[in-house]
Every structure is written in structure tokens, then in C-alpha cells.
């Protein structure tokens, strides 16, 4: 069965401090693998997504998240993160072009990020 | 483009009113997805249809839950009767064939049911 996996529900960094939260997915075929975020009392809104190519995948926010196949995970990072980095993180996948995902995305269940000053 | 449009933004009713959330979707997309989140469940996927047909309504949670797409820029989730544990924040969302499934959410509905 297709699944998105985040084993972390809150991830605690201090200001400045490098920034990682995780997901790992099972799905057939080669997967489109997203990231949105969720600010209080809003919408979620799109980050970055991995398709194809480069494994490393640049987003909005100086966030990047590594493409890994053998481990089956996308996990988020930020070299540096700020205060305003403290939102809700959710991971979602689809089983690709030709995965009969016909048209929609699996979310994970998110992870909750408190950046401290 | 303005973005997908939701309204009402917020929503108060009484226990066994009936309840309508709109939805307009990107321009183009032909993808429409509801969604509901709360506390304890999470982000969860009512239903969500392609070309205004609806395509899978496994998360529809009862009965008391109906979800129309008259038309392509268009679209209804009905609660009726409502009930206190209906109340959560309702995303919609839309995406495009060409977009990798990259979904583009509204800014929800509160809905509160008293």
C-alpha cells in the first residue's frame, strides 16, 4: 500500500542550529515527493518537490530536502534555522506518472517545528 | 491568479443546521480535493474529483456529508445535519494534469458547530 511516514511529531532546534525533519515513503514506481508547510491559521503551501534528476532539491525558504531511493526518504533540512521557521511540516507523495495515482497526493501526518531564539 | 478562493473563512452554527463550504478552484486545474483537518485526526482527504466527476468519496466520513462540482470553476461540501464533532478546519485544494499533482490549498474554513 502507498504510504508517507514523518516518525517525528514535534522537532525542537535553536535559532541558527541546522534543521532536519524526516519522511520516508512506500510507493510503486518512481514517486513525486513533495513538502508543504502550514503556518497558524492557514493553508498549507507548497515548499519544494522532487520529480526527477538532481537528488537534492532546492525550495522556498533556503529549505532543501535529499531525494534518497535506497532509503526510501525525503527528509527536509535548513542549514540555519529561524524563529519564523516554526510551523507545521507536512510530507506528501505520489506514486509518479505512471503509478495510477490519478491525481492525488498522500500526506504524511506532519511535524510540528519549534525554532527557539 | 487569485489563488484557490474558499468561503465563508469562518462558520458558526447550531447542532443540526445544515452547513454549505465553496470552493473555487485555479483556473485550468482539473483537480478538486476536500479536505478536513483537526487536532486529533490530522489532515484527512474527504473526496476529490477530476473533471468535475468525483473520483474517490472513501473519506467522506457519513452520510450527513455531500460534495457537488457543478461545474469546473465550482464546487460545494454540505454538512447537513451538522453535529459538534464536524467542527475542524475544511481546506480545499486544486492541481493541475501537467503539475506533477501539486496540490494549491485555500485558506480553509473554520467551522464550529455549537
Known sequence: AQSVAQPEDQVNVAEGNPLTVKCTYSVSGNPYLFWYVQYPNRGLQFLLKYITGDNLVKGSYGFEAEFNKSQTSFHLKKPSALVSDSALYFCAVSPGRYGGSQGNLIFGKGTKLSVKP | ?114
Open chain 2, 1 to 114: 491568479d487569485a489563488g484557490v478562493i474558499q468561503s465563508p473563512r469562518h462558520e458558526v452554527t447550531e447542532m443540526g443546521q445544515e452547513v454549505t463550504l465553496r470552493c473555487k478552484p485555479i483556473s485550468g486545474h482539473d483537480y478538486l480535493f476536500w479536505y478536513r483537518q483537526t487536532m486529533m485526526r490530522g489532515l484527512e482527504l474527504l473526496i476529490y474529483f477530476n473533471n468535475n466527476v468525483p473520483i474517490d468519496d472513501s473519506g467522506m466520513p457519513e452520510d450527513r456529508f455531500s460534495a457537488k462540482m457543478p461545474n469546473a470553476s465550482f464546487s460545494t461540501l454540505k454538512i447537513q445535519p451538522s453535529e459538534p464533532r464536524d467542527s475542524a478546519v475544511y481546506f480545499c485544494a486544486s492541481s493541475g494534469t501537467g503539475d506533477y499533482n501539486e496540490q494549491f490549498f485555500g485558506p480553509g474554513t473554520r467551522l464550529t458547530v455549537l
